[in-house]
């Protein structure tokens, strides 16, 4: 087993968890308030094992014990950890944005419209001040949404939008 890595929010929104299931350790997660664009993805005690914050150094110690008695496991673990973030690209991220955003537009209660002194951008103004690469991705990222589903996340709660 190549160990452990905790990952523990502090009083706001972390950017370290990618960093952590990225290194190959068994990574314990300390139950999140907040939610990254890939974490709903995640599987406990597939990609990483849940550590309660009832009770934070019996749950730690618990998780440990468990992974040094188990270490094929803990391995497994450490490893789908690591190959569910070596799975994502930027055209899942997209995939992401667009459906949530798509969705969010239901719940809206008004039709946008633009104010009298909105100019419109056509994309050939945007992409003349790019250089080759950031033309390539633009270009890129302008084409079309994914035809695959980007994951399966669950159902907008119909009482938010009564």
Same mark, same amino acid.
């Given at each position: 087993?190549?160990?452990?890595?905790?990952?523990?929010? $502090?009083? @706001?929104?972390?950017?370290?968890?990618?960093?952590?299931?990225?290194? $190959? @350790?068994?990574?314990?997660?300390?139950?999140?308030?907040?939610? #990254?664009?890939?974490?709903?993805?995640?599987?406990?005690?597939?990609?990483?094992?849940?550590?309660?914050?009832? #009770?934070?150094?019996?749950?730690?110690?618990?998780?440990? #014990?468990? $992974?040094?008695?188990?270490?094929?496991?803990?391995?497994?673990?450490?490893?789908? $950890?690591?190959?569910?973030?070596?799975?994502?690209?930027?055209?899942?991220?997209?995939?992401?944005?667009?459906?949530?955003?798509?969705?969010?537009?239901?719940?809206? =209660?008004?039709?946008?419209?633009?104010?009298?002194?909105?100019?419109?951008?056509?994309?050939?103004?945007?992409?003349?001040?790019?250089?080759?690469?950031?033309?390539?991705?633009?270009?890129?990222?302008?084409?079309?949404?994914?035809?695959?589903?980007?994951?399966?996340? =669950?159902?907008?709660?119909?009482?938010?939008?009564?």
């Amino acid at each position: 087993m190549a160990g452990y890595k905790i990952y523990a929010e $502090g009083f @706001a929104w972390s950017v370290s968890l990618k960093y952590i299931l990225s290194c $190959g @350790a068994m990574t314990l997660i300390i139950s999140p308030q907040y939610e #990254d664009f890939f974490s709903r993805g995640l599987i406990p005690k597939k990609n990483y094992w849940p550590v309660s914050p009832v #009770d934070l150094c019996k749950s730690i110690k618990s998780a440990v #014990d468990w $992974g040094n008695s188990h270490p094929a496991e803990a391995q497994a673990i450490a490893k789908a $950890g690591q190959d569910f973030m070596e799975s994502l690209s930027m055209d899942k991220v997209y995939d992401y944005m667009f459906h949530l955003i798509t969705e969010y537009s239901k719940l809206q =209660m008004f039709k946008p419209v633009p104010p009298p002194s909105a100019l419109e951008v056509c994309p050939d103004s945007v992409l003349c001040f790019a250089d080759e690469k950031q033309r390539l991705f633009l270009e890129k990222s302008s084409t079309s949404p994914s035809l695959e589903p980007p994951c399966n996340l =669950m159902s907008a709660d119909d009482s938010v939008r009564s």
